[in-house]
């Protein structure tokens, strides 16, 4: 058991901690959102003009109740949620446009319904658009629990404050980081494992741009790292898997690894084998 001085320390933290953060609430209303804006993803249907607008009127009035148990709001709390639920028309475009360019770029998608219920990539850009926004309106933490909620649902981890442009395609996904300061341009394609991240820097440059800068039309395959706030990657750029890559290559690049792998062949390749496991 611990001693009296530990327990006593402890029990004053309980006393000081903050009230705990709407976390289970908010990603329940951001599917709930998500379901609304999308219809594919659910069976309920809101044929009535009337139904659909007192069911946004409900949601928003949700967030507008979440937000009361934060602290630091830069607006009142249903100044906030007004604002973000006139939004909604931008970042449904945005998204049916990231819908369009998965489908556009993946064969093996058969139809848009198909991206929109079923792939990971646009299910993480759906929620990061979504926390984005509360981002960019100085919302505390809440955004960052929504960006968390889509890391352990689908392995991709986009930090909110991240700038994606129009069109993005992220195709399987898996293993995905973008920091804080990256910044996207439009038509931006990501396969699994793909870091745009920072070189190490100090804490207290934690608020210069430490992320790298991809500009439209750039695709960028498995594996590859990207880092450093002034690193840029030029328009209509292709980044090969496995590329690491820390300085900028100007637009219409190529750049890969070329991997040193032989290939030999023999009858009985059990002779050759000299490692043991």
């Known amino acids: 058991m611990p001693n009296d001085a530990f327990i006593l320390a402890l029990t004053e933290a309980h006393r000081a901690a903050p009230p705990p953060l709407p976390g289970a609430a908010l990603c329940q209303l951001a ?3 998500l379901d609304l804006l999308f219809p594919e993803r659910t069976g309920q249907r809101l044929t009535a003009p009337a139904a659909l607008a007192a069911h946004l009127t409900a949601l928003q009035q949700q967030l507008q109740q979440l937000l009361t148990s934060v602290t630091g709001l830069p607006l009142p709390p249903a100044a906030l949620a007004a604002d973000l639920f006139g939004r909604l ?24 319904a198909e991206v929109i219920c079923t792939y990971p990539g646009f299910y993480a ?14 919302v505390p933490l809440l955004p960052r629990l929504l960006s968390e909620y889509a890391h352990q649902r689908t392995g991709i981890d986009i930090h909110p404050g991240a700038r994606i442009g129009r069109s993005c395609s992220i195709d399987h996904g898996t293993g995905i980081v973008i920091g804080e300061t990256a910044v996207l341009g439009d038509h931006v394609r990501l396969f699994q494992g793909v870091t745009l991240g920072a070189l190490s820097v100090a804490k207290e440059l934690a608020h210069q741009k430490r992320h790298p800068t991809i500009e439209d039309h750039v ?37 890969y690894h070329r991997a040193q792998i032989h290939v030999t062949r023999v009858e009985d390749p059990s002779a050759d084998l000299t490692f043991s496991i």
């Not at 049916?96 to 770029?105: G, H, K, V, Y």
């Not at 850009?125 to 100085?138: C, K, S």
């Open 31 to 33: 599917e709930e959102l």
């Open 89 to 112: 028309p931008v970042l449904h475009e945005l998204l049916l446009l990231d819908a369009r360019a998965i489908m556009a770029a993946d064969p093996a998608a058969q139809d848009l």
């Open 219 to 255: 695709v960028i395959y498995a594996g590859a790292t990207i880092l450093g706030g002034s690193t840029v990657v030029g328009r209509h750029s292709l980044i090969g898997g496995n590329v690491w890559l820390t300085e900028s290559v100007p637009s219409h690049s190529r750049v």
């Open 125 to 138: 850009l759906g929620l990061h658009r979504l926390a984005h926004a509360l981002y960019q309106r100085q």
